[in-house]
């Protein structure tokens, strides 16, 4: 491996990082800031491999957390921007194509707007573990091996974060209904 592909799959390694602690954070515009980074890190990581498609996007999202945070809140609805940046993610992901492996990409920046959209941090992590298995596809293609590495750590602390704040609160919520 030359030094510069040792560079190239480094940079992923600080986006795994941001994608991990994003997925344990309890309030969505936590969730969404450690995203926006793990986003603009890996953009960059997608420039330095020539995976055009995956670097707009991402840049893209940067952009749409920031807006999503902020709507939700301030309690507004999120249905008009998820319709502007699934758009947008569709009409970036044309001008950047680069063959049907775009289509994961674009499939799960689009499957994520609509889960970052959503105010529910259960509905995130759920549709996040669709998101991540596409992503997981896409990385494996473009050689972003820190990115494999990342949606599978990804999809790791999505389940850990579904089990922790969502399954064992409904658990412990439903057997104390029950006595």
């Not at 502007?84 to 680069?98: D, E, N, R, S």
Request: charged share 15%; aromatic share 12%.
């Amino acid at each position: 491996m030359t030094d510069f592909e040792i560079f190239t799959q480094a940079v992923g390694v600080v986006g795994i990082i941001c994608s991990v602690i994003a997925f344990q954070c309890k309030k969505h515009k936590w969730i969404l800031f450690f995203h926006s980074l793990h986003e603009f890190i890996f953009a960059l990581q997608y420039v330095l491999l020539g995976a055009y498609t995956g670097a707009a996007i991402n840049l893209l999202n940067c952009g749409r957390n920031f807006l999503f945070a902020h709507q939700v809140e301030k309690e507004r609805d999120t249905r008009p921007l998820i319709i502007i940046f699934c758009a947008l993610a569709v009409i970036l992901g044309i001008f950047t194509f680069q063959g049907w492996v775009s289509i994961l990409v674009i499939l799960a920046k689009v499957l994520s707007t609509v889960a970052y959209g959503n105010k529910s941090t259960t509905f995130i992590r759920i549709a996040m573990l669709v998101a991540c298995s596409a992503l997981l596809a896409y990385n494996l293609l473009v050689s972003s091996y820190a990115g494999v590495l990342c949606e599978g750590f990804s999809l790791v602390s999505v389940v850990v974060g579904i089990v922790r704040l969502d399954l064992i609160p409904l658990v412990k919520r439903n057997n104390s209904e029950e006595k």
